[in-house]
Nanobody
């Protein structure tokens, strides 16, 4: 069992930067895939970025490539999402997700942290 707690959401002006953190507890994250998803009001959930905990390999949604970076600190069991050049359309609740490599869907979710980007 993995518990995920997000933090770092805030109000920021367009073009600004923000760093989200996801602290994981309950077990080590070896053999886990970690990710960030988001959901804007009235919109569907969408995956933003993912990282392979073991290898550090990452992938990103097209709409954040070149602007967002996902990373992890193995010693702290923490996943980060650095967001740069933020746009109003990035406004959403951002969720930290986790799944073991042996399963095909996210099976752990955090409570979410609100990111609001003003014009």
């Amino acid at each position: 069992q993995v518990q995920l707690v997000e933090s770092g959401g805030d109000l920021v002006q367009a073009g600004g930067s923000l760093r989200l953190s996801c602290a994981a507890s309950g077990r080590t994250l070896n053999n886990y895939i970690m990710g960030w998803s988001r959901q804007a009001p009235g919109a569907e959930r969408e995956v933003v970025a993912r990282i392979n905990w073991n290898s550090g390999a990452t992938d990103y949604a097209d709409f954040v490539k070149g602007r967002f970076t996902i990373s992890r600190d193995n010693g702290k069991n923490t996943v980060y999402l650095e967001m740069n050049k933020l746009k109003p359309e990035d406004t959403a609740v951002y969720y930290c997700n986790a799944r073991h490599m042996s399963v095909s869907a996210w099976n752990y979710w955090g409570q979410g942290t609100q990111v609001t980007v003003s014009s």
